[in-house]
């Protein structure tokens, strides 16, 4: 069992930047690949970014790619989401996830943990 804690959002203009946080307890020990899903109003919830384990592997969604980094700290038991030049359409609650397996992983099925998720708010 792994509990996870995201942190880190917040209000920002656009163009602006965040740095989202997602801290991971319990059987941490394991290899878990980890990501991050959000979900805007009124829409379903949507892949973001996925790393393996190792931090060897990496995945971004199109909307992203170029300007969201994904990063994680095995030691620290943290992940992170490095948020650049964020547009209006960025505006979602951000759920840090993880998986033991990583397949499938623009699937929210296929992830078995999840965060409670932060708010991430970009104005025009």
């Known amino acids: 069992q792994v509990q996870l804690v995201e942190s880190g959002g917040g209000l920002v203009q656009a163009g602006g930047s965040l740095r989202l946080s997602c801290a991971a307890s319990?059987?941490?020990?394991?290899?878990?690949?980890m990501g991050w899903f959000r979900q805007a109003p009124g829409k379903e919830r949507e892949f973001v970014t996925a790393?393996?384990?190792?931090?060897?592997?990496?995945l971004y969604a199109d909307s992203v790619k170029g300007r969201f980094t994904i990063s994680r700290d095995n030691a620290k038991n943290r992940m992170y989401l490095q948020m650049n030049s964020l547009k209006p359409e960025d505006t979602a609650i951000y759920y840090c996830?993880?998986?033991?397996?990583?397949?499938?992983?623009?699937?929210?099925?296929?992830?078995?943990?999840w965060g409670q998720g932060t708010q991430v708010t970009v104005s025009s």
């Open positions: 790393i393996t384990w190792s931090g060897g592997g990496i």
């Open positions: 319990g059987r941490t020990s394991g290899n878990y690949h």
């Open positions: 996830t993880a998986n033991s397996n990583y397949y499938n992983v623009r699937s929210r099925g296929n992830w078995s943990y």
